[in-house]
């Protein structure tokens, strides 16, 4: 088989199921990475004990490494040994005995179902059956153990299952087993599981095997899709095929109908980095050589799957350089960056200049705005040749890309200008980390095009005055600047302070009154996300250490702290349930009205009053005048019921998919009645947990303000509905709720959150954000609230 880029794939065979050696033996000939073999129970006595009087062999043929490496464990118990319980069950819509092919699923259900039993002794027996089972598989390191699925027309089973496997979820996080749930792609069964998760407390083990066992009808594909969206934010650990699912070429080879097809290309598109494939059951297609039916006669059937796999649609989501350099990042949650409080690496310098797309549109933002100041005769002429010149200020200049990409765009606006209006720049690259001051100084002294050009700068942005290159801009009107350039967003867009350090880079007085700022404005938007694994991972996040240059012996933050911090993540197990919204926006400059300009320009003058020594005068400075100005913000965002569940937006990170939402769309939606519960339980249809808020932003770096220009602008987004694609130096910011919410068929989420602010006196301060969350039912009535997260910002802020 020739090498390409595939996923992790397993196989059951139903005659194999007691023998894992002899099944792996031959399933990784043909190429399977993993098998599937029942678990025994080591129970020794009760109503439902098992026959010990056959002994498996494998137990004594495979070495540890193989158990914990390629053997996934399931509860499969022959239906013989619950009669009573299985003859009901196999008639049942949850018994899955047909499609399971005589794996035994059918009688797992019976299992499940037993643990609600009216007689003690059966209900007893039954879950001592089912914890013995793990219990094997955690002793022979087994890394997952397959579960029946959840009697979804048995509440009391159900909820018993539940109690169950809360203790079991518990003991197995010790031993780091996962438990998959068979799980059908049908609304009552991704309900249950939700409910059962809930149920559990949300442990991070417990996942879903997605199964399908059934041929699809195409008018089901859109409700079909939606399920797919909610599922990829429920835990989706597998997906699972059984070969009667499969249809028959004219070549006798196994194929997918048109549906499936799209489904798994769906599922693949949206978690083919993580996500295992399983083949089940007894081979029911034979090709025409023995070489293509493999030793497990089940070659096919991978080979066919893979083959999806390589398509073109596939591929090129998951085999780019991007997808190779996020897959470190996947669900992994991050603090913001403080970038005032801290100083940045070295290599997160390098990292985020990678990215392909953000300095090609800065460039862009720089060339369009230094033709528009020609056009607009903004720029003096320099020289006898009668050059204009244009001064450019860089702040936060790090290791010198946006220095790079001025550079880059100027020498593209003096390629189609005629030799008499050439730009001549200066250029001030303004730094405060001193280690990236002195890169920049390296790059000014062997780079041609920066020398008599760059001027390097070691100061803080927001306090100007203090250098005396800095001082002598400001004193001298002509040289200051023309264009402020800055890469200061943050995934939030205002959540690195932005706005407070252009807004200190103004109140210094150090821009021309037409000075453009590139970006001219940013929008922050926000989102609900339904992601059981980003809830999990915030959680765990109570474990580490409150202050992380303590190490591991530190002090823990606690749940309360980690469930109310924003974390940057790259989402990949979420499901963005609505479209986004925007919340509030920052534009720069500042505008104040005439009467407050002019007062602030007589001000600045007296400010800028030289003594004898030619130094500015220290009673009085620039930023005492100006007033701050008011950054704070509120907003309350509605996010409307949305039939699809926001399917197009994906992860909520990546270009909003219209073809997937088209398809959402066309599905028939069932009529929401007063008939659907509120409570959480299966009959509530489409219904949705929402565990968060995922914020992006959208940004304007620069809007040409000529008249038929319009269309001259460049743009930056991470916001799903203006994504830009191929740039990656912003992931989006993962607001967590301390208790996941519940949105019933219908209902109305309603996020309203608050930027707030705080200063002191040696001109410090915080920022930091509260927000909180309900949902409204169609009267208008609150169904359930979460508490305020981080008040006062208690838990989080971002130091000034």
């Known amino acids: 088989m020739s090498e390409q880029p595939s996923f992790v794939a397993g196989i059951s065979i139903p005659q194999r199921s007691d023998d894992a050696a002899s099944l792996l033996q031959l399933s990784r000939n043909d190429g399977y990475d993993f098998v599937i073999t029942d678990l025994p129970s080591t129970v020794a006595s009760g109503p439902l004990a098992p026959n010990n009087g056959s002994v498996r062999k494998d137990v004594t043929s495979l070495e540890s490494k193989w158990w914990s490496t390629s053997v996934v464990g399931q509860v499969a118990v022959r239906a013989g040994q619950w009669e009573a319980e299985s003859e009901s069950n196999m008639h049942s819509e949850d018994g899955a005995a047909a499609w399971a092919e005589g794996s035994g699923a059918g009688a797992g259900t019976a299992l499940i179902e037993a643990l609600a039993n009216h007689d003690t002794r059966v209900r007893l027996s039954a879950e001592a059956n089912l914890k013995s089972m793990v219990e094997w598989a955690s002793h022979m390191s087994i890394p997952a153990v397959i579960l029946p699925p959840i009697p979804t027309k048995n509440p009391a089973a159900a909820l018993s299952y539940a109690r169950v496997l809360s203790n079991i979820a518990l003991q197995c996080s010790a031993t780091n087993v996962q438990l998959w749930i068979r799980t ?234 005629p030799s008499n209006a050439i730009v001549r720049p200066k250029i001030i690259a303004i730094e405060k980390n001193p280690a990236a001051v002195l890169y920049l100084r390296s790059l000014q002294s062997r780079e041609p095009s920066w020398a008599n050009v760059v001027t390097v700068v070691e100061c803080d942005m927001r306090r100007a005055t203090s250098h005396p290159i800095l001082r002598s801009m400001i004193s001298n009107a002509p040289a200051r600047a023309d264009i402020v350039v800055s890469e200061l967003l943050g995934s939030f867009g205002d959540n690195e302070l932005s706005p407070e350090c252009l807004d200190g880079v103004q109140r210094c007085g150090i821009l021309k009154d037409d000075c453009v700022s590139i970006p001219q404005s940013y929008t922050s938007f926000l989102a609900p996300v339904s992601s059981m694994r980003l809830h999990s991972e915030a959680r765990a996040q109570a474990y580490s250490p409150s202050n992380p240059t303590d190490g591991p012996a530190g002090q823990p933050c606690g749940t309360l702290r980690a469930m109310e911090t924003p974390y940057v993540v790259r989402p990949h197990a979420a499901s963005q349930t609505h479209v986004e919204k925007p919340c509030w926006d920052f534009n720069h400059p500042k505008q104040v009205d005439e009467e407050k300009e002019n007062g602030i320009k007589s001000d600045a003058a007296a400010a800028m009053s030289t003594t004898s020594n030619g130094n500015i005068n220290g009673s009085q400075s620039v930023e005492a005048v100006i007033l701050e100005p008011d950054n704070e913000r509120h907003i309350r965002v509605s996010f409307s019921y949305d039939q699809t569940h926001g399917a197009g937006s994906g992860c909520g990170y990546g270009s909003f998919d219209s073809a997937v939402a088209a398809m959402a769309t066309a599905m028939p939606i069932p009529p929401v009645t007063s008939s659907d519960n509120i409570a959480g339980g299966p009959s509530c249809g489409t219904a949705v947990t929402v565990h968060g808020f995922l914020g992006t932003f959208h940004s304007t770096l620069y809007q040409s303000p000529l008249p038929g220009n319009e269309g001259n602008s460049s743009v930056i987004s991470i916001a799903p509905t203006t994504f830009s694609v191929g740039m990656f130096s912003w992931f989006p910011v993962y607001f967590p709720l301390r208790e996941p919410l519940h949105v019933p068929t219908g209902s109305t989420v309603i996020c309203t959150m608050w930027r707030k602010m705080d200063s002191s006196d040696d001109g410090g301060g915080r920022v930091w954000y509260e927000w909180c969350a309900e949902i409204v039912g169609k009267d208008d009535d609150v169904i359930s609230a979460s508490h305020l997260h981080n008040p006062g910002g208690r838990s989080y802020h971002v130091r000034l």
């Open 184 to 417: 059908p792609l049908t609304q009552a069964a991704i309900e249950a599981f939700d409910l059962l998760h809930r149920r559990c407390d949300g442990p991070s083990n417990l996942g879903v095997l997605l199964c399908f066992h059934t041929q699809l009808e195409p008018a089901q594909a859109g409700m079909s899709m939606v399920l797919i969206h909610k599922s990829v934010g429920s835990n989706l650990k597998a997906v699972s095929f059984v070969t009667s699912t499969f249809l028959t070429n004219k070549r006798g080879y196994p194929t997918l109908s048109k549906s499936h097809q799209i489904i798994f290309t769906e599922l693949l598109r949206r978690l083919g980095r993580t996500l295992r494939v399983i083949v089940e059951g007894t081979p029911m297609h034979h090709p025409p050589t023995a070489e293509a039916n493999g030793l497990t006669g089940c070659l096919a059937y991978l080979q066919y799957l893979r083959h999806l796999r390589s398509r073109q649609e596939v591929a090129q989501i998951l085999d780019t350089e991007e997808s190779l350099l996020e897959a470190s990042y996947l669900d992994h949650l991050q603090s913001p960056l403080q970038p005032l409080g801290d100083n940045l690496e070295f290599q997160t310098y390098e990292t985020f200049e990678r990215d392909p797309v953000k300095y090609q549109r800065y460039k862009l933002a720089v060339e369009l705005a230094v033709r528009d100041g020609i056009a607009m005769q903004k720029y003096p002429r320099v020289d006898d040749r009668g050059c204009y010149g244009v001064n450019v200020l860089v702040v936060g200049a790090g290791r010198g890309p946006l220095v790079r990409a001025v550079l880059s765009a100027l020498a593209a606006v003096n390629e189609d200008e």
